[in-house]
């Protein structure tokens, strides 16, 4: 992983150099090219100690001049002696460790405002995504409810309010009482109340139905939950003998004890 902040080499002009030595700037320039020829005839690199650059004068005149690393300085100071050269390695010294300064806050700076950058980019891309997610399940929902609705059957409005005496009866919703009912159907008739649903819903292109709707349409299924609903509406009194519903004599689910 790449670093964020980044070792930028330092340096300090030879116009800086020459005030601090209190030599004349073109001299130290032909110190350092006879350094530099010293440098390539040993065949040592000077990139690392001098960089050739150039600046513009006072009168708007381009001339030459070098960047100096603090290799170069520690290069120059060993050619000094006595309080000049004492004087020199404390200015530079100095300087080198201001840039430095200067350059780690620069770049802890540039740190936080890249991080930060990436922090929004981040945060507005997850907003973008989730309010696409949003908008397509919504749209979806919209979809599911304009593309399916439950139809109506007169025998539902027949087996109502008897559902509504079970559930008073029992104390239990409505939900509860369809898994009891299709209980009941698996238990007394065998069959699989699980594969006829997903068979329903698969031949109407539904995800889901309400629980006995697959039952609902069809007349064998339909005298079955009768038989079921109605002989627990007689075994528990909740509807007398002689009312005209079919009854069943059979153990239930319903015969658990109410608490």
Known sequence: MNSIITNKIETVTSMEVANMIGKEHFKLLRDIRRYIKQFDASKIGFVDFFQESEYVDSKGETRPCFNITRKGCDFIANKLTGQKGTEFTAKYVNKFYELEENNLTNSLIQALITVSESMIDMKSNMENRLSQIEEKLESQKCIETQAYKKPYN???SKMNPKYKLLEEHFNITRGQLYKDILLELENIYNIDTVQIQADYCYENNVESCYPLEPYEFVPKYREMIEQVVNSNLIKYGIAAENDPIAS????????????
């Open 248 to 259: 069943t004599k059979h153990v239930t689910i319903f015969d658990t004890p109410v608490e």
């Open 154 to 156: 007169p025998w539902f």
